[in-house]
C-alpha cells in the first residue's frame, strides 16, 4: 500500500522560514521524481518544486531563489525548505511521487501553510 505522508505547515511570519517533509512508502522511492504543489483558495494547483531520481531540481519562478528541494532516498523523503516565506505562498502544499513509465502518480493528502502577521 501506497501512503504518501506530509508535514511541517503551520502559521508562519511574512519573511520567515518553514520546512515541509514528505515520506512516502511503498513505492520505490528512489525511482520517482518527487514534487511539491500548492493550491491557494480559489487557484489551481501549481507545481512549486520538483526533484528527479538524479537530484535534478526545477522551481516555479515565484519561488526560486527562496525554496530548496531536497531528498534522502535511505529515508524516502523530500523536503522543501521555504525561507523569506510571503504572503501570496500562503496554500495547501501537496507532495506528488510519479514514475512516468508506469503511469504512477500519487498524492499527499496536504499540509497548511499560512504566512501572515
Known amino acids: 500500500q501506497v501512503q504518501v505522508v506530509e508535514s511541517g505547515g503551520g502559521l508562519v511570519q511574512p519573511g520567515g522560514s518553514l520546512r515541509l517533509s514528505c515520506v512516502a512508502s511503498?513505492?520505490?522511492?528512489?525511482?520517482?521524481?518527487m514534487g511539491w504543489y500548492r493550491q491557494a483558495p480559489g487557484k489551481e494547483r501549481e507545481l512549486v518544486a520538483e526533484?528527479?531520481?538524479?537530484?535534478?531540481?526545477n522551481y516555479a519562478d515565484s519561488v526560486e531563489g527562496r525554496f530548496t528541494i531536497s531528498r534522502d532516498n535511505a529515508k524516502s523523503t523530500v523536503y522543501l525548505q521555504m525561507n523569506n516565506l510571503k504572503p501570496e505562498d500562503a496554500a495547501v502544499y501537496y507532495c506528488?511521487?510519479?514514475?512516468?513509465?508506469?503511469?504512477?502518480?500519487?498524492w499527499g493528502q496536504g499540509t497548511q501553510v499560512t504566512v501572515s502577521s
Open positions: 526533484i528527479g531520481n538524479s537530484g535534478s531540481t
Open positions: 511503498g513505492i520505490t522511492f528512489s525511482l520517482f521524481v
Open positions: 506528488n511521487g510519479k514514475f512516468a513509465p508506469w503511469g504512477e502518480s500519487y
